[in-house]
């Protein structure tokens, strides 16, 4: 998008009196499903009638309720750690706000590598007045997302030192760069990002390789220059594997082959394969292109499908194949799962196109009884979908080299929530249904470039925004979160869904047919419904022994520990205040016998930023977190604060604390005193 265009967005009234980073928040919330695949709730209204529908819906609300809906909240002092009968022991933190992070006592939470921290031994100094494209590309990058750990090379476990692999889902450039956003609007002047400043955020997206270890005092670091270190960005030589390699729709005029994609960007969640590969979830990427499609463009309707251009940023004024105008087929080459070896520093990442392009938060794995593999993804925007991914081959455990391309055969799968707490997966298989060339769909490629508007020809269930979509491997259930959803109205609500103006999220358990994860049908629980439970407007619903300070809105990202336990963390954007109150957290939930659905928070971060890359070592003795744009989201609405956040001023400079020194996106390591396993 031009400086011109991207102004024309700025100046909408909608956008009025949001910073960039706040666009990128409302961004996730654009409502890109404009078809008319109808909501469980259109056809039970039309086959039951309005009335027969609600009843209907309560009923099922009712059986898959675990408490009492509404219950009121149980007294904080009853969280004093060992609760009858949890399996979390802890003591919980209060819901709050300020500039620092908490956890609960007896727990550290250390600091373990931020923005800017060099990697290799010849990495430059992190100087924020002085940033350069070429600096950040040997630094940790900006907006610490997934957290990923793998073995070092021989080791068998993560207990003493691991490859940390990390996502830096995008830049926040009102806080990065002096004097580039309006203090009295908080916007960025697009005219004032100049061409250095975008390559700083060029650089700064992508992942980092990185090796952590613990120390004789329990402590974990980084290993600057450390044998596995490396940075991938948005420049780094990809390749393109899978139905979708070489396609004409893929090809550009720096790759007319369709097959080399230079880099990944907006890598918001992931997940480690068995086999101890990374993939990493290209999420918003049609925030960073700009430009006008030519009139009658074959990608026209794909393009709007995917909210494409987003014009968040300015790179099309620099960089060509961001201008649609010139280039429109580089948005098909994002949108895809990359899959990364972090044992070979020189590998080649690869986009396995067999696994769909959407906006996909994550990719969890999990091997199925008969040894196919199975990644869950959810499409993190109002009223999409989730998916997920079976392979054709099995994981083999002994070769790890025959696994390498296990991702680029399988079905991908959309999921349909029925109202009677069943489910099923329907597959984007070219030629199955209603996936023809009378579509639009000529190939298995046309499916899974536009997967969404596959999953709307099929009919699938339109989400309250998925996020993580996570696998439990001790007990075969998988958790789906989904964040909020303020725009589904009451004749949108159903049974997978059941809130309008759902502004605190949910959480879904799904049982797969006999506990295979190939299966093509499931079973659903609401497992909660977030919000304040003592507000019987919000109908959040949780188990009882859940306090004042352990319900949540928002869920996002999710870790399951070495014991099978599920923890939650919460990203509630700019509507903090309204959604909950209290800055973003961590929480653990009970999933299990009498307190299923209880929760209690943990850990929270400072003002401005939400949870990310929460993932356990293989002991279960350190949780990795992400802490995400501190000192942006919801600024204004942080009463010590109460402005937009700029360069120069800011409502936290967590976690160094120096005037001199922005905040600081931060990978944070938990673990407790007396060295025991996390949550007891
Ligand atoms: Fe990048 Fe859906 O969170
Ligand atoms: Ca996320
Ligand atoms: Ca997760
Ligand atoms: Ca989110």
Not at 279 to 300: D, I, K, M, P, V
Not at 562 to 571: A, E, I, K, M, N
Not at 586 to 607: C, H, K, N, W
Request: aromatic share 8%; hydrophobic share 35%; glycine share 10%.
């Amino acid at each position: 998008m031009s400086q011109k265009d991207y102004a024309t967005l700025a100046a909408l009234p909608e956008n009025a009196g949001l910073t960039l980073g706040e666009l990128y928040e409302r961004s996730e919330d654009i409502p890109s499903n404009p078809t008319a695949n109808p909501t469980m709730g259109d056809i039970l209204n039309a086959r039951l009638g309005r009335r027969a529908a609600l009843r209907g819906m309560l009923a099922t609300a009712a059986a898959a309720a675990v408490v009492p809906p509404f219950a009121a909240p149980a007294r904080a002092q009853s969280v004093a750690a060992g609760l009858p009968g949890a399996r979390f022991v802890f003591d919980e933190i209060a819901h709050g706000v300020d500039e620092r992070h908490h956890v609960s006592p007896g727990y550290d939470a250390d600091i373990v590598i931020r923005w800017g921290d060099p990697l290799f031994a010849d990495s430059p100094a992190f100087d924020p007045e002085r940033q350069t494209g070429a600096a950040q590309a040997r630094q940790f990058g900006y907006n610490c997302d997934y957290v990923g750990l793998a073995p070092m090379p021989g080791a068998t476990d993560t207990a003493r030192a691991a490859l940390m692999c990390v996502n830096h889902e995008y830049t926040s450039p009102e806080i990065m760069f002096r004097g580039v956003s309006n203090p009295a609007t908080g916007r960025v002047d697009a005219t004032k990002m100049t061409k250095d400043m975008v390559d700083v955020e060029m650089a700064a997206h992508g992942t980092t390789i990185v090796e952590i270890v613990k120390g004789a005092n329990g402590k974990w670091t980084y290993v600057r220059g450390g044998r596995h270190n490396r940075r991938i960005d948005i420049n780094t030589p990809m390749r393109v594997s899978g139905p979708a390699a070489g396609h004409d729709r893929l090809k550009t005029s720096a790759d007319p082959t369709g097959r080399a994609v230079s880099g990944t960007i907006n890598n918001c969640a992931g997940g480690m394969t068995p086999w101890g590969t990374y993939l990493t979830a290209e999420e918003n990427f049609h925030g960073y292109f700009g430009g006008r499609l030519a009139e009658g463009s074959r990608e026209t309707v794909n393009h709007r499908r995917y909210g494409v251009p987003g014009g968040w940023y300015n790179w099309a004024s620099y960089y060509d194949r961001f201008d649609l105008a010139k280039e429109p087929n580089e948005p098909n080459r994002h949108g895809w799962i990359v899959e990364i070896d972090p044992y070979d520093p020189n590998s080649t990442p690869i986009k396995r196109t067999a696994m769909g392009r959407f906006k996909h938060e994550g990719a969890e794995t999990i091997v199925a009884r008969d040894g196919r593999v199975v990644a869950y993804s959810g499409d993190d925007e109002r009223f999409e979908y989730a998916f997920k991914f079976v392979t054709a081959g099995r994981y083999n455990a002994q070769d790890r080299r025959a696994n390498m391309n296990l991702l680029d055969e399988g079905t991908l799968y959309v999921a349909k929530f029925n109202a009677d707490g069943s489910g099923e997966w329907l597959p984007l298989v070219h030629g199955q249904g209603p996936l023809t060339a009378a579509n639009g769909f000529a190939s298995q490629a046309d499916v899974l470039i536009e997967a969404r508007r596959a999953g709307d020809v099929l009919g699938a269930t339109k989400m309250d925004r998925p996020e993580d979509f996570e696998p439990n491997k001790r007990t075969g259930k998988v958790y789906l979160a989904l964040t909020n959803n303020n725009q589904r109205t009451a004749a949108q609500v159903e049974a997978s869904n059941p809130r309008a103006e759902n502004n605190w999220g949910h959480l879904i358990e799904v049982t797969e047919t006999g506990d295979d994860h190939t299966a093509t049908t499931f079973r659903w629980e609401m497992l909660v419904r977030c919000g304040n439970p003592a507000n019987p407007a919000q109908q959040a619903l949780y188990n009882p022994a859940t306090t004042a300070n352990g319900w949540f809105a928002c869920p996002d990202n999710m870790a399951i520990d070495p014991q099978g336990r599920l923890w939650v963390g919460t990203d509630q954007g700019t509507a903090w205040r309204a959604a909950s109150g209290t800055a973003d957290g961590i929480y653990a939930l009970e999933t299990e016998g009498a307190l299923r659905g209880t929760s209690r928070m943990f850990f929270r971060v400072p003002v401005g930023a939400e949870i990310c890359g929460m993932n356990f070592t293989s002991d279960g003795r350190a949780m990795t977190v992400a802490v995400q744009h501190p000192a942006t989201d919801g600024a204004r609405d942080y009463a010590p604060f109460g402005r937009h956040p700029t360069f120069d001023d800011m409502p936290t400079r967590w976690p160094d604390f120096q005037a001199n020194m922005p905040a600081r996106p931060s990978v944070v390591i938990i673990t407790k005193r007396d060295g025991g396993v996390i949550g007891g």
